[in-house]
């Protein structure tokens, strides 16, 4: 069971260079969503999708830019990256999101030099 | 502002108890999730509580009070594998999740 795949698991990038993010999910869920790990913070959203074709902005999307032109796929995308843009990034997914869990990936060490 | 508080750091010993907190001051309630998270690896959910009370699962239960804003995870018999950070995630009104920044528990033999 794949559950929810994100590629790559670990990139290095200089200031400057652009990437994206991808996020597979094969559980037929509505929601996926973005999520950054920083030290001694909680998880923050970056963005999120309730519905293929339809994204939000969460609570840091600022230099991020995402699509959902599929239903079980999520990108996320940096134009530029900057050091700040250092972080683990986490993918999740959830049939709905009031009262289940969601699912993780295994998460993409990004570091920005 | 919206603010999830836990404890940073706990330890504890195999096969004893241990009891990690959580107080939220958050805009709504829709529930309160627990997640564990090992070194390096993604979160799992463990449990969800939208009303007042304790929810037990196997070593593992969750308590809510809603009008105290706090809710903690209570691991019983623990065992060497339970080192993890432990999450906990409130839902607001808009149905999004705000975290806390996790308790890191180390399990000594």
């Known amino acids: 069971n794949a559950g929810v795949t994100q590629t790559p698991k670990f990139r290095v990038l200089k200031t400057g260079q652009s990437m994206t993010l991808l996020c597979a999910q094969d559980?037929?869920?509505?929601?996926m969503y973005w999520y950054r790990q920083d030290p001694g913070m909680g998880l923050r959203l970056i963005y999120y999708?309730?519905?293929?074709?339809?994204?939000d902005k969460g609570e840091v999307p600022n230099g991020y830019n995402v699509s959902r032109l599929k239903k079980q796929n999520f990108l996320l995308g940096l134009e530029s990256a900057a050091p700040s843009q250092t972080s683990v990034y986490f993918c999740?997914?959830?049939?709905?999101?009031?009262?289940?869990?969601?699912?993780f990936g295994q998460g993409t060490r990004l570091t920005v030099v | 502002g919206q603010n999830i508080d836990q404890p940073t750091e706990m330890t504890a010993t195999e096969g004893a108890i241990v009891q990690i907190n959580c107080t939220y001051q958050?805009?709504?309630?829709?529930?309160l999730f627990w997640y564990q998270q090992h070194a390096g690896e993604a979160p799992t959910f463990l449990s969800y509580?939208?009303l007042d009370g304790l929810e037990e699962k196997g070593r593992f239960s969750s308590f809510l009070s809603r009008s105290k804003g706090y809710s903690y995870l209570l691991l019983k018999e623990l065992q060497m594998k339970d080192s993890a950070s432990y999450l906990c995630?409130?839902?607001?009104?808009?149905?999004?999740?705000?975290w806390g920044a996790g308790t890191k528990l180390i399990i000594k033999p």
């Open positions: 999740a997914s959830s049939a709905n999101p009031e009262n289940t869990e969601a699912f």
């Open positions: 559980m037929n869920h509505e929601y």
């Open positions: 999708s309730a519905s293929e074709g339809t994204t």
């Open positions: 958050t805009s709504g309630f829709n529930g």
């Open positions: 509580n939208v």
């Open positions: 995630a409130v839902m607001d009104s808009n149905y999004q999740l705000i």
